[in-house]
């Protein structure tokens, strides 16, 4: 009987939330000071830390077991999160934007992340799709497209990887052959987020000839015939988005639609990508810091051999060492992102060991869809391939170290 109170004071937890996820996340209680997220940060950026954590702890925690279960894609709810700002965060203001930093947006990813990390994880996309378009467009696509984006009214994909290329990019098969005032385009993307759900497609596409110079970037819109998708992709995590293949069958786009000149396609893809790896990082980061505060309250309350598992030395090192590598993965994030608002080229990795230990200490518990442990560990695995798998971010590292 003992055994079996921690179980289910947990689930019922989890399943009642927010009052377990206020407690955890925005109430602060039992945040110790050594791994408090809000240590170092502005007046300012405690307040959009703190109106983050409030959303994730009230309107996404509570249904992040359900949206991955049957697979939801929750636009009302990321709608209300662009009410807050967090459609545009790093968007210019004369078109919709709330236009922080990079670091004012790796705080609230990370604290928004702690709520749901699949659904934010979309959320960074979509950000970083908008200041594509808000960077790189015109005025008139600027006006035409940023307004209705970071109001989430619409939602935005980015459509870089091809079957045949993930990490070599510069290698994409996709064409645009340009016949008066529109590309006819074909080719597909994989593993598209949102794709087929979300209503504007930034596109890498090659107009001119092999490698990265003859790569340029269309905005396409749903309904453009020609766009089409495949099916719905089963995933072991990011459930709450949906995944699909985007096909392109003698496309027409309008010239119009292309984001900067010719060929300037892969530069535009690899300067979004440069923060869309610090966005998905500060993701890991919320994933990591929930976990390490579900593994906590669990050493806690679960007894073996008659005493709390906290009080266990061994688990006590342990856990010492989830928030040791929790907040230096904090301090490196953090500074890729003011890195890249000054232009430097500072790179960050965050391991999923914290979200695996804390499911570890978690035991069998750890293992059921109950506890809320194991969704982290499953959304942030992904975070390990995309946008740059750990081997190229490895490469990219050494690259700046060798060239000195």
């Known amino acids: 009987r ?68 049957k697979e939801i894609f929750p636009v009302e709810t990321m709608r209300k999160a662009a009410q807050l700002g967090f459609g545009g965060i790093y ?16 705080i609230i990813f990370e604290a928004l992340s702690t709520g749901c990390t699949s659904t934010t994880a979309y959320m960074s996309i979509h950000n970083m799709c908008v200041w594509m378009i808000d960077t790189f467009g015109n005025e008139e696509q600027r006006r035409r497209f940023c307004p209705s984006l970071c109001s989430m009214e619409k939602f935005a994909s980015y459509c870089l990887t091809e079957p045949g290329s993930g990490s070599d990019a510069a290698s994409l098969l996709t064409s645009a052959q340009r016949k008066g005032d529109t590309y ?27 490698g990265p110079k003859g790569i340029s970037c269309l905005v396409l819109e749903k309904g453009m015939p020609g766009l089409s998708f495949g099916k719905k992709e089963k995933k072991v995590g990011w459930n709450s988005q949906p995944t699909r293949a985007v096909i392109f069958e003698d ?15 892969f530069s535009i893809a690899m300067q979004g990508l440069n923060g869309g790896r610090i966005n998905i990082a500060s993701c890991s980061l919320g994933a990591a810091h929930a976990s390490v505060l579900l593994a906590q309250e669990h050493l806690s309350v679960r007894k073996q ?23 230096a993965a904090r301090l490196m994030v953090r500074n890729a992102a003011r890195a890249l608002q000054e232009g430097r080229e500072d790179a960050a990795q965050l391991s999923p060991q914290i979200c695996n230990q804390a499911l570890q200490m978690h035991g069998g518990y750890g293992y059921l869809k109950d506890y ?3 969704q982290f560990v499953r959304d942030i695995r992904v975070h390990q391939i995309l946008e740059g798998t750990n081997e190229v971010m490895r490469m990219i590292v050494a690259r700046n170290l060798l060239q000195g």
Do not use: H
């Open 2 to 69: 003992e055994a079996e109170r921690p179980r289910t004071a947990m689930a019922m937890a989890w399943r009642a939330a927010p009052r377990a996820a206020a407690r955890l996340l925005l109430g602060r209680r039992g945040i110790a000071s050594c791994i408090d997220p809000s240590t170092g940060l502005t007046e300012d950026q405690k307040e959009f830390q703190k109106v983050a954590l409030d959303f994730a702890a009230k309107e996404m925690a509570p249904y992040m077991a359900e949206w991955d279960e």
């Open 91 to 106: 968007v210019k203001p004369d078109v919709g934007g709330s236009g922080l930093s990079r670091l004012d947006t790796s």
């Open 184 to 210: 006819v385009l074909n080719g597909s993307k994989a593993f598209i987020s949102g794709g087929g759900d979300t209503d504007v497609y930034v596109v890498m596409c090659r107009t001119g000839g092999p």
């Open 372 to 374: 809320a442990v194991q």
């Open 305 to 327: 051999f008659g005493e709390p598992l906290a009080n266990n030395q061994y688990l006590q090192f342990r856990l010492a060492e989830m928030a040791t590598r929790l907040v």
């Open 251 to 265: 496309c027409i786009v309008p010239v119009g639609n292309r984001l900067g000149a010719e060929g300037q396609g």
